[in-house]
């Protein structure tokens, strides 16, 4: 069977009207057309829609150029697919690598929906349907609001409490239609990272300090989040949820000027979106008995990607009865606990031989590391 070229990883971003989300995309993308950008980078990266590239980047550059912000979006359900392609395509290089290009789709959820009643049925109805589109994703974020808790400073607990309450009431009023049959789901975001948009506004506020303020202020709203997002999963010990943190900035906002150089954090979500779930989903299925299809849901890009990552081949067909037994659990263990100098060691030999897609992974994994060093970042130990 003929393996495939391009190996696909969703995010799904959730928040409120007016949380950022919008800004946050559209500064990821427009950072990624820059020069600087391209010039110390091995890849491009692309919208595969070209109106979707046109509205982004516009979106940027009147951000760089006018200090205009992008008009906020509301009730829109847009997904965005970016396809990060290497730019070495060599004959030897492509026969040397086991795909060609990560595409990352990036799945919007109107914030309005979880602060209103769904108007009539036909609403009700596309609220599910848009929830089904991103049960694909590994990874979900849900923006905290900078502002808001500025707005509500000594009271935070007022806001985070009413986001918490919002989104757990939404996922509870889908709940019923979301599962057939009352079964719940094997495919689903497992990995929910709280993340502060516009942390420009709070520049003292580390992601420690972040983790801190959630935990004593709504630690309880979190934990009943956390009940009703495993009452959805099959294998509720598979998931996290507000056991990572992130701060995100798409720019620094001052008076007539919109610095969007100085971003926090979007040099994330490239590494989020590919390697967190690949390294976290390899621990579950080590340290826990999966059911086959929930182990095989985890590690359906395991094998292809820990070839990458360590710049070995991989033949994995791309549909097979039982993918477990074709999945080389060395080779996979062996990508999955990459560090320090080893990861370093890999990084430095993919770049000198030209491996671009190995050069980039590691790369990937490594700003994982720098993150958190950089207390941008807080992943989950378990």
Do not use: C
């Amino acid at each position: 069977m003929q393996l495939s070229r391009v190996l696909e990883q969703h995010i799904a971003v959730f928040g409120e009207s007016g949380s950022g989300k919008t800004v946050l995309l559209s500064s990821f993308y427009g950072a990624t057309q820059e020069a600087q950008y391209l010039q110390k980078n091995l890849f491009d990266v692309v919208a595969d829609d070209v109106g979707q590239h046109t509205r982004l980047h516009q979106n940027y550059l009147g951000m760089k150029n006018s200090a205009r912000r992008p008009a906020q979006t509301r009730f829109t359900t847009t997904s965005y697919a970016f396809s990060v392609k290497m730019r070495d395509s060599s004959d030897n290089a492509v026969k040397a690598r086991p795909f060609d290009a990560l595409r990352v789709i990036w799945h919007d959820y109107p914030g309005e929906w979880f602060e209103q009643n769904a108007n009539g049925p036909e609403e009700a109805q596309r609220r599910v349907d848009t929830f089904r589109s991103l049960l694909s994703s590994d990874v979900a974020l849900l923006l905290v609001d900078a502002q808001k808790l500025l707005d509500n400073a000594g009271e935070e607990e007022r806001y985070l409490k009413s986001l918490l309450s919002n989104f757990r009431t939404g996922l509870l009023s889908i709940k019923d239609e979301l599962l057939e049959d009352g079964k719940p789901l094997v495919e689903f975001p497992r990995i929910w990272l709280l993340a502060l948009s516009k942390a420009d506004l709070l520049p003292d506020m580390d992601v420690y300090e972040f983790r801190d303020l959630l935990t004593d202020k709504a630690g309880d709203d979190l934990d009943e989040l956390r009940k009703v997002i495993a009452g959805l999963v099959e294998v509720s010990d598979a998931l996290s949820v507000g056991e990572d943190f992130v701060l995100l900035s798409s720019a620094k906002f001052e008076t007539g000027k919109i610095k969007v150089a100085e971003r926090i954090g979007l040099d994330l979500i490239l590494p989020v979106a590919s390697i967190l779930p690949f390294v976290r989903h390899v621990r579950w299925s080590q340290a826990m008995q999966l059911p086959r299809k929930v182990a095989e849901s985890l590690l359906s890009t395991a094998g292809t990607l820990a070839a990458a990552l360590i710049a070995r081949k991989s033949w994995l067909p791309a549909r097979i009865e039982n993918l477990l037994s074709f999945v080389d659990s060395d080779l996979v263990d062996e990508a999955a606990k990459l560090a320090g100098d080893k990861l370093r060691k890999i990084n430095s030999e993919a770049l000198a031989r030209h491996d671009h897609l190995t050069a980039t992974l590691s790369g990937f994994r490594m700003d994982l590391d720098r993150g958190e060093r950089e207390q941008v970042l807080l992943r989950s130990r378990r």
